[in-house]
């Protein structure tokens, strides 16, 4: 039997580092938070492995997961605003698409 994860998305809007426990407390196995900027991506603790797609200096989507669970990339837009990665849990592989909407 599969055991379940929990997937968490958000929009940040920004200063990720100020908001990170919000999420935490949710303990989410992965996360997928758009509009986080790369030295902010740290900010979800040793107990998670994260993956940032966005230009330097710029904001983008950070995909976070529980360190049990390992997070590969698989492919990039250009634009970073849409991102496939591969999630491979103890029990299972899924593809995982990550989409930050900009107006």
């Not at 900027?37 to 940032?52: C, T």
Request: proline share 2%.
């Amino acid at each position: 039997m599969n055991e379940a994860l929990l997937f968490v998305s958000w929009n940040c809007a920004d200063h990720f580092q100020r908001k990170a426990e919000k999420l935490l407390a949710l303990r989410p196995d992965i996360a997928v938070v758009s509009e986080v900027r790369k030295d902010h991506a740290v900010s979800m603790g040793e107990d998670y492995a994260s993956l940032w797609f966005g230009d330097e200096g710029q904001r983008g989507i950070l995909i976070a997961a529980k360190n049990a669970i390992i997070v590969r990339s698989r492919h990039q837009a250009s634009d970073a605003h849409c991102v496939l990665v591969e999630v491979e849990s103890p029990s299972e592989t899924i593809n995982l698409v990550g989409i930050w909407s900009v107006r």
